[in-house]
Structure formats: structure tokens, C-alpha cells
């Protein structure tokens, strides 16, 4: 029996008393995976991104490991929503308008010392202040740095299109205006290299695609850091007690964390590892987040029909987003239908094995997103299940 025949077993079995569609999380692996992330940070704490988890239980989970601190959140009500909960330490990754939640952080003393807040730009301290109604509580604020990789003179650009600062001289300006303007206080500075750590260096079947990547990769690596450490040094000219320097991701762990001006790594789906994170030479994670649909047809020899599973990710629209059906081995899509909303024909030889009921086990391409189909967890120990938990949209929270 191959390891992943195995894990099959284990799945079926510990799940023989559920119907699917069911979601799991084998604790396993998402443990090793969080020891792995704390290994390739050497020493720095590794603040976890929210929307690749999107369960309160597991957030509690990992932060509860050593190396663990913080959470990087993906929207403000989501934030105030962590902090009432008792999460004490929120950095919130994008700039809000959200100007209800903007007025509740400044009203209350434990949400406003909790939540870090994101901005690029004064017209976002200004959208604060409209939005304060009569609250007086000091803002905590983090200043975005744009990572992306400029070549040809700034006519050819790698990365995503995120924060307009880019230079030591425009990150010290607005630090001066933040400095400058009562009821806010400077904190924390963050780089995300999107084009390092969340894209894989090593495509299946494409050799010099992949050799390509990690060239730029290399490269985007030799410019960021020294332009990073360019951009902490004038910050702090400004604000000498930041508190933070935050950069990385899954892909990038390591090799951020050894940059000295990088106080804190941030990482998410290295936890569950969706299939977009195979493709690594940097790390090798364990698939511990997965999702079953049960075989409803046997339209013929060598075809079954699961009900559902066109759960595809976000992104630029491709053949990577999709779910890939993982368990058992050697199923693929039909090419004429793929994966579809209420059914999808799955082809292989593996379907003549496969009875009316059968669970068919698929992994999502990226990570928090999956639990926004499902409303619990179960949560697998070898092949029990050992707890049932709540994602975002069990307990009734759906923030983008």
C-alpha cells in the first residue's frame, strides 16, 4: 500500500460515519507543517495569515505552539472580530474603508490596542478621522512597502500590484505624516514578495519555466533586501520604537527570515497545504487540509460522477485554480466538463473500483479559501476523528 493509499484508508475510515460533501484537517500533518515553518524561520516568530486558515479553532491551535505570534488578518470587521474573541495582537494585511468598523476601533480601548491597521497612503488617515465619530482612541498603524521586482528600466514589473511606495524617501514621508497627525501612532512596516513566496519554482513537466522563475526569483530576493533594509533604516529615522518589520510567506520563510531587517515572518497556507504549494524546492509540506464528495452515477466503464466540487480558486482564471482530485490515485477530470457545480465526471481507472456512496478526496489549489464552502472541520487524528470545529462561515461570518 502506497503512503497515500494509506492515508485514504485512514480518511474512509475515519469518516465512514459522515456523508459527504465533508472538509477534514488531518492534525498530523498540519502540526508538522507548523514545526516546519518555525524551523525555516530560525528564531523569528512567524505571525499567521487568517484567510488561508479561516477557523478560529485552528488559529488558536497554532498559536498556541512556540514560534507562533500574532495573526495577519484580511479585513477590519474580521480584525475587530479576532480581538473580541481575545486575539491581542491583529495585523490587518490591506487598507479598509470600512467606516463602521473604523468608528468602532476608535471607541474602544482593547479593540484599538489590538488591531494594527494597514495604509499606503494620508488620504487613508483621513478616511480614519471621517469615520472616528467621536471616538478618541490612538490608531496603530503599519506602513505597505511594494516588493515588486522592477527590470528594464521599470518597462518590465514582477509582482502584484499592491502599495504605491516603493522608495526609502516615499516610506519616510508618510511616516512623517503619521507622526504628525494626533490620534495615530506608527508600528509596524510590511513587504509582501507575493512573486517569491507564492509562486512554486519547480512546475511539474516545464524545466525552463521553472529555471526562469528562479532566476527572477534570485534576483527579486537580491533587490528586496537591499532595498528593505534601505526602507527600515529611514523609517525608523522617523519612528525609532516601530515595533515590527514584517515580511515573507509560505514560499519565502527562510529566506526572509535571514534578512536582519525582517523582525517577523508571515505564513498561512504552509499549514494546510493546498495543491498550489507542491511546486517548491524550498520547502516540501504535507497535504493536511482536504475535501470529499461522494460518488452519486456510474455512467460507464472507467467514468464516476461525484455531486458538486467546482470549487475554484481565486486568481487568474486556469487550470491551476481547480481543485485536483487526490484520493484515490490516477483520477482526472473530463477535459469536455471538468469540475462543475452541482456534478463533475471524474475519469481513470481507479472509477471501476468505486461504489455508489464512495468518497472521492480532492485538495482545494489554495488554502482558507476551501472553508468557505464548508461550515465545520472535522478534525482527524490517525483515523479518528477527534473533534468537529467551526470555519468563519460556520459561526455565521462571510467577510469577503
Known sequence: MTPRAADRARYDRATAHLDAPVAIVDLEAFDANADDLVRRAGGKPVRVASKSVRCRALLERVLAREGFAGIMSFTLDESLWLARAGFEDVLLAYPSADRAAFGALAADPKLAAAVTVMIDDPAQLDLVDQARAGGTEEIRVCLELDTSLRMLGGRVRVGALRSPL??????????????????????????????????????????????????????????????????????????????????????????????????????????????????????????????????????????????????????????????????????????????????????GSPADDLLIGDKVWFRHAKAGELCERFDSLHLLEGDRITATVPTYRGEGRTFL
Do not use: C, W
Not at 204 to 225: F, N, T
Not at 287 to 315: E, I, K
Not at 317 to 324: F, T
Open 166 to 347: 516603493r522608495e526609502p524617501a516615499q516610506l519616510a514621508e508618510l511616516a512623517r505624516s503619521v507622526a504628525r497627525r494626533p490620534g495615530f501612532r506608527l508600528v509596524g512596516l510590511m513587504a509582501y514578495e507575493g512573486h517569491v513566496a507564492g509562486v512554486g519554482d519547480a512546475v511539474a513537466g516545464r524545466p525552463l519555466r521553472s529555471r526562469a522563475i528562479r532566476l527572477m526569483q534570485a534576483a527579486a530576493r537580491k533587490e528586496l533586501a537591499a532595498r528593505r533594509a534601505a526602507v527600515v533604516r529611514a523609517v525608523r529615522a522617523v519612528a525609532p520604537d516601530l515595533e515590527f518589520v514584517n515580511g515573507g510567506g509560505t514560499g519565502s520563510v527562510q529566506h526572509t527570515a535571514a534578512e536582519e531587517a525582517v523582525t517577523e515572518i508571515a505564513a498561512g497556507s504552509g499549514l494546510y497545504v493546498p495543491r498550489l504549494f507542491d511546486n517548491y524546492t524550498s520547502f516540501t509540506g504535507r497535504p493536511a487540509a482536504l475535501f470529499a464528495q461522494p460518488v452519486v452515477r456510474r455512467p460507464g466503464v472507467g467514468v464516476v460522477t461525484v455531486l458538486g466540487g467546482g470549487y475554484p480558486a481565486s486568481g487568474a482564471a486556469g487550470p491551476d485554480r481547480l481543485p485536483v482530485p487526490y484520493l484515490p490515485e490516477g483520477l482526472r477530470y473530463d477535459p469536455q466538463e471538468g469540475p462543475g457545480e452541482v456534478q463533475t465526471p471524474l475519469l
